[in-house]
């Protein structure tokens, strides 16, 4: 439900429109989002209406839309935007994008799980959509005629019997005094009166991210302004036992160090704690920061060995475990023998390493904490910072810069806290610089996962039964100290929904302690269910001799809807009936994107193989053909990714596209390099020498992306590429050597033909 | 006290003559647009040009700064825009676009000597620079966009 009021004298928009402009609110009630795993405190419990989004329109035809959502790279400050200025009928050159500050009236700011544009699509339609509407009531009442003898173009709107235009800027004032329409009354336009929705626009930043002048949280600065690195405890919980700061204090800039409190479990968006030092520059806080002396109690995380923990994973993994599907009789189909099939993967734990480390800036005075910070989620920001510093969350005033990258990393404000605690202590702006190693080793990183998979074949090669048992320590971990088995909203991400047409099947969750802190990193769980199935569905394929693409279109079955009924399937906090789970749309991309890359029938050279996976996650379906040439010291390389995506409707596609594209390598990093291990408690990774990420030389050559022509309701586009390209990755480099991946990073497997080191 | 010329500026550095150059540039002339990604000259955010090279200015320290032409970002040109940034707004490279000022400088410098790059060497020209939002294929895209003179 959506209404829209008039909130052109609320005093938060102050200085954003000039006076007497028309500013429209659009107030929004979002649905729970349990996707994405946030505590209960949602958007649906707080309070009662939450503007999501305005437009603004100034006297000389200025066009002012807030973006509420925070920019990380997916253009989500354009799109959503481009939306309201559709409804609106705007003049793109003419729009003026201001960002949010983070404020629950806007409904939702958390800018995670893929959902921007399928959770306020339609309320950027409505409020662009009002204040169309009363721009041609106000011309109307101006010339005396009727409005439905009003149309619009860009910026005007038109008498039509008699030609007569006026233009936006000229009616501002008077639209500003009539009453803002019910949503009944609004009409929006139809598919083929669109200018930008579905054809789209370039990033409204582009130029400025081209030029250096784009302004991301690293780049903050305030008068006054002092600099802070943190010493954080190597290990999880761990305590500053003592220290010596002697040595620090005569670096030059360094002005002094200060003790920061270790976190109450659980740690959710706490500061880690430790010792903060801070100076006159960024190189003398790090500078300092070397010469501090620590003696750390490490605490309980210290026997944690992630060698050791992986063996427990495995073995849980092959222990009976929570049901959390179950359709048929699994049990009594594997009781009788036969083919049976059955095989462990294994995916570590994997950082974020966004280009742009964990930075904020904070000033806090007269009770007040004022934030630049490049966020994910402002408000959870707010949140924090009001909790670590005892004042209201209004007093909060959280500024959301550009994002050089997120990932899902960003959405977890504590680096915005550790500024925040400090400006309160030194009484001074502080700007909280983490440092490359910082990030790598105190990430919240993305759940390690071993997953046990068994089948028994037919007659015919397709399964009569499957069972499919995942553990991995969840993302509730951090809010709930006690939490070891998935919550829905993760056990949803290709786990629960495995689309397969099989009679007996079985979904299971067994349980495991987190002993970092673990987060949500693009697309989450479903990387390393993705992983398992798809690979497994490959498996099959080649041990009942079929071809893996036929195979998989046979496993997905007859188009049909899954039901879910006793399922406690989430479906990405969307409705069952807006975005039911369509096999036959995984079929479609699956098709199409077999018949685009040539499956069967393009000519490879040698120690070439192509591999096939689908999978449906944020709502979108994707099916991605990956070729890999492998030579023979194992080296790879991946000439070409297809990718078809059925989205639904797609704002901006060319956006979109470059979204796929950027999937496939970050998949490529994930699936070749990404492994974070840690010994006595520590990570032993600590920079891009030890955690690789994919080169241009190591980056797919040329990925073609698909896009579904589609009307349904439009579904997620950031996240749903990454999941298929790991699958297909692997199941192509068994194509092209015969050997297959059960455990990522596939740097760990000798795929040469010779020994390494010969 | 080291004297050297940032985008055709003459300045003075007094501080430490170990202070790598990226955070004089960054925290005392606030030139913003090259960017702090590691540290350790791995990722490339940090590229700006020493005499029309491109260099990694985390870990060139000032002392070894004197008498140097700097350029960053901010000064790739005085007027408008460089060819290699007019290619780069055309194939819609970016997308956080946090690397970028230092993809750009990368570019520009290998485009000086280098006027019809094949993909090798593109590849071995631009591979120290990381992009975490995977637009390698736009950036390959762009440098022959600049190359070709097709902007």
């Known amino acids: 439900m959506t209404l829209i009021e008039n909130v052109s004298r609320r005093s938060f928009l102050k200085g954003m ?58 253009a989500i400050r354009t799109s959503l935007p481009l939306v309201v200025a559709d409804e609106l009928d705007a003049d793109w050159k003419r729009v003026k994008i201001d960002q949010a500050i983070g404020d629950p009236r806007y409904g ?11 959770s306020f699509y339609d309320v950027m339609r409505q409020a662009g959509a009002s204040a169309r509407f009363m721009l041609i009531q106000a011309a109307a009442q101006q010339w005396n005629v009727r409005p439905a003898d009003c149309a619009t173009e860009p910026h005007v709107v038109i008498h039509r019997p008699s030609g007569r235009r006026l233009a936006y800027g000229d009616l501002a004032a008077r639209a500003a005094k009539l009453p803002v329409p019910k949503k009944e009354q609004l009409q929006l336009k139809s598919n083929n009166q669109w200018r930008y929705i579905g054809k789209g626009m370039p990033s409204y930043d582009l130029a400025d991210l081209c030029t250096g002048k784009a302004l991301y949280g690293m780049d903050a600065r305030m008068d006054n302004m002092v600099y802070a690195s943190i010493e954080h405890p190597p290990v999880l919980g761990g305590k500053v036992q003592s220290y010596d700061n002697s040595e620090a204090l005569k670096v030059a800039g360094v002005r002094q160090t200060i003790a920061i409190d270790p976190f109450k479990p659980p740690p959710a968006f706490q500061p880690l704690g430790g010792i903060a030092v801070i100076a006159d ?37 092959r222990k009976p475990a929570k049901v959390v599907r179950s359709e048929g009789d699994v049990d009594s189909v594997f009781a009788k023998g036969g083919k049976i099939m059955e095989a462990d993967y294994y995916v570590p734990l994997l950082a974020h390493t966004s280009m742009e480390p964990m930075v904020a800036l904070a000033d806090f005075r007269d009770g007040r904490a004022t934030i630049w910070a490049p966020t994910q989620n402002p408000q959870a920001a707010q949140d924090i910072v009001s909790k670590e510093l005892g004042i209201a969350k209004e007093n909060v005033i959280c500024h959301v810069t550009l994002l050089g990258g997120g990932f899902g990393r960003k959405s977890k404000p504590d680096y915005v806290a550790e500024a925040a605690v400090l400006s309160k202590k030194i009484g001074r702006p502080v700007k909280v610089v983490w440092t490359r190693e910082d990030d790598v080793k105190f990430d919240y990183y993305n759940a390690v996962a071993a997953m046990y998979m068994r089948a028994a ?16 320590p969840p993302i509730t971990s951090i809010f709930d100290v006690d939490a070891v088995y998935g919550d829905p909203g993760h056990l949803q991400q290709g786990w629960t929904d495995v689309p397969f047409d099989i009679a007996n099947l079985r979904v299971e969750n067994g349980p495991a302690k987190a002993h970092v802190r673990i987060g949500w990193l693009r697309s989450v769980a479903n990387i390393y269910h993705a992983f398992a199935v798809q690979s497994f569905a490959d498996e099959l394929a080649h041990a009942a001799g079929r071809d893996p693409l036929d195979y998989l279109l046979d496993l997905i079955g007859k188009p049909r809807t899954i039901n879910f009924k006793d399922v406690d399937y989430p479906n990405y906090g969307a409705s069952l009936q807006t975005y039911p789970w369509e096999t036959g749309r995984l079929r479609r991309v699956t098709e199409m994107v077999a018949e685009k890359a ?10 070439a193989g192509l591999g096939i996976a689908a999978h449906k996650s944020f709502l979108t379906y994707v099916a991605t053909i990956v070729e890999v040439e492998v030579n023979d010291q194992g ?3 991946i000439p070409r990714v297809d990718t078809a995506v059925d989205a639904g409707l797609v704002v901006n596609p060319e956006i979109t596209r470059a979204q796929f594209e950027g999937a496939a390598v970050f998949g490529t990093s994930v699936a070749k390099t990404g492994e974070i291990t840690a010994t006595k408690g520590t990570i032993n990774q600590s920079n891009f020498s030890d955690y690789p990420v994919a080169r241009i030389d190591e980056a797919p050559l040329q990925t073609n992306v698909y896009l579904v022509d589609s009307s349904a309701p439009p579904a997620g586009v950031g996240e749903p590429g990454v999941p298929p390209f790991v699958a297909a990755f692997c199941n192509a480099i068994y194509a092209a050597t015969g050997k297959r991946i059960r455990e990522l990073p596939t740097k760990n497997t000798n795929l040469g033909n010779k020994n390494k080191g010969e | 006290m080291i004297q050297s010329k940032i985008n055709g500026v003459q300045q003075t550095f007094n501080g430490d003559p170990e202070m790598p150059l990226l955070w004089y540039l960054r925290d005392e002339l606030k030139l913003t647009g090259t960017k702090f990604g590691c540290g350790i000259a791995l990722c490339g955010a940090c590229t700006v040009h020493k005499n029309g090279e491109a260099i990694r200015s985390c870990v060139v320290a000032m002392r070894d700064l004197s008498g140097a032409e700097i350029t960053t970002i901010e000064g790739l040109e005085s007027k408008g825009l460089h060819p290699v940034q007019q290619a780069w707004m055309r194939a819609n490279v970016p997308q956080c676009g946090y690397c970028q000022p230092g993809q750009i400088m990368q570019a520009a410098a290998f485009l000086k000597n280098q006027k019809k790059p094949t993909d090798e060497q593109i590849d071995e020209a631009m591979s120290g620079n990381i992009c975490r939002c995977g637009t390698y294929q736009r950036i390959r895209a762009a440098i022959k966009m600049a190359a070709e003179g097709s902007v």
């Open chain 1, 17 to 74: 429109v000039s006076t007497g402009a028309l500013v429209l609110g659009a107030c929004y009630y979002p649905e729970i989002l349990r996707a994405d795993g946030l505590p209960t405190d949602t958007p649906a419990d707080r309070a009662t209406l939450h503007p999501n989004m305005f437009v603004g329109i100034d006297t000389d035809g200025t066009v002012q839309i807030v973006a509420h959502r925070s920019e990380m790279g997916t």
């Open chain 1, 108 to 118: 939702d700011q958390n800018t995670d799980g893929s959902h921007s544009i399928r």
């Open chain 1, 281 to 317: 520059n960024t190189w003398s806080a790090f500078q300092g920061r070397k010469k501090l002396k620590v003696v750390w109690d490490n605490g309980p995380n210290e026997t944690y060995d992630s060698a050791q923990y992986k063996k427990e994973l495995q073995e849980t993994a």
């Open chain 1, 457 to 472: 074949l037919g007659a015919d090669g397709k399964p009569t039964a499957w069972l499919q048992r995942s553990v991995f």
């Open chain 1, 598 to 607: 040539g499956w069967g029938k393009r000519k490879l050279g040698k120690g």
């Open chain 1, 635 to 637: 080296e790879i390389k």
